[in-house]
C-alpha cells in the first residue's frame, strides 16, 4: 500500500528536491507551499505523514501542527532554517515527531521517514503479557494495536507518548535517567536537551491524569507500581 506524504514548503527549490527522493522511494505526494491550503486539505482526510516548514506565509507551522494535533496523532517532521534549540523543543511541545533543521541532506529525510514509519507501524511484541497486551494498574497497552487505555478509556497520544508509555509499562518500577529515554524515544542521532523528555513526560501526565509516573530527582523518571 502506498504511503500519502503531505509536504507543506513555501520554497520552491525544496519542495522540487524532496519531490524528487520521496518519488524515487514510491511514496504518494501532495505539495503546498502555504499553511491555511495544506489546512483545508487535512480537513477533507488525514495522509500517513506530515512535512511541515516552520516559516510559512500566513499560518506558520508551529500553528498548523497544532491543529493537526488536535484532531490525528499522524506522524510529524518539522524541517526549518531555525536550529536554536528552544525552536526544536516547541515542535516538540506541539507534538511534531521529529525536527530537522535546514539545510538537510535529503537522503537523510528519507532515512528519518522510514525509521518514523517503521515506528509507527511497528507489531513487535517482545514481552510474556498475553496477546502483546501490557496490564500496569489501571495503564493497558496494546501493542499489536498501538492503543492505549487509561482507565479503560482509549486515550489519542502521538507516537513518542506512546513509545514512552510502552517503555515505561514493560519495566515498572525501574527508573530510567532522561538520558536513556532520550536514547530509546528519540534515537541516538538526536541532539536536542534532554528537557524533551520532560516536556514529554508533562504531556503524558495531563493525558492521563493519575498515571503514576514519578520523578525521581536529579536522574529522571519511573513507572511506579504498587506490589499486591
Keep these: 500500500m502506498t504511503q500519502t506524504i503531505y509536504v507543506v514548503e513555501d520554497d520552491k527549490n525544496i519542495r ?43 499560518m506558520d507551522g508551529y500553528e498548523l501542527c497544532k491543529k493537526i494535533r488536535e484532531t490525528s496523532e499522524v506522524p510529524i517532521i518539522i524541517i526549518s532554517a531555525k536550529d536554536e534549540e528552544v525552536d526544536k523543543i516547541l515542535g516538540l511541545e506541539l507534538g511534531s515527531d521529529d525536527y530537522l533543521t535546514k539545510p538537510f541532506s535529503p537522503r537523510e529525510l528519507v532515512a528519518r521517514i522510514k525509521r518514523l514509519f517503521k515506528r509507527v507501524h511497528s507489531t513487535t511484541v517482545d514481552t510474556p503479557k498475553s496477546n502483546g497486551i501490557i496490564r500496569v494498574g489501571d495503564l493497558q497497552i496494546d501493542q499489536p494495536a498501538r492503543q ?81
Design 148 to 228: 492505549v487505555f487509561w482507565e479503560e478509556t482509549e486515550i489519542d497520544v502521538t507516537t513518542k507518548e506512546y513509545e514512552m508509555l510502552e517503555i515505561f509499562a514493560k519495566q515498572p518500577n525501574r527508573a530510567f535517567s532522561r538520558e536513556e529515554l532520550l536514547i530509546l524515544v528519540w534515537g541516538e542521532d538526536y541532539f536536542g536537551s534532554d528537557r524533551a523528555v520532560d516536556d514529554l513526560v508533562k504531556r503524558i501526565r495531563k493525558k492521563l491524569n493519575g498515571l503514576p509516573i514519578e520523578t525521581v530527582w536529579g536522574y529522571g523518571y519511573r513507572l511506579e507500581l504498587e506490589e499486591e
Design 16 to 58: 522540487d528536491i524532496v519531490q524528487a527522493y520521496l518519488s524515487n522511494e514510491g511514496y504518494e505526494l501532495k505539495l503546498l507551499d502555504n499553511g491555511e491550503d495544506a489546512w483545508k486539505l487535512a480537513e477533507q482526510g488525514q495522509p500517513d505523514m506530515w512535512i511541515l516548514d516552520i516559516m510559512l506565509p500566513g
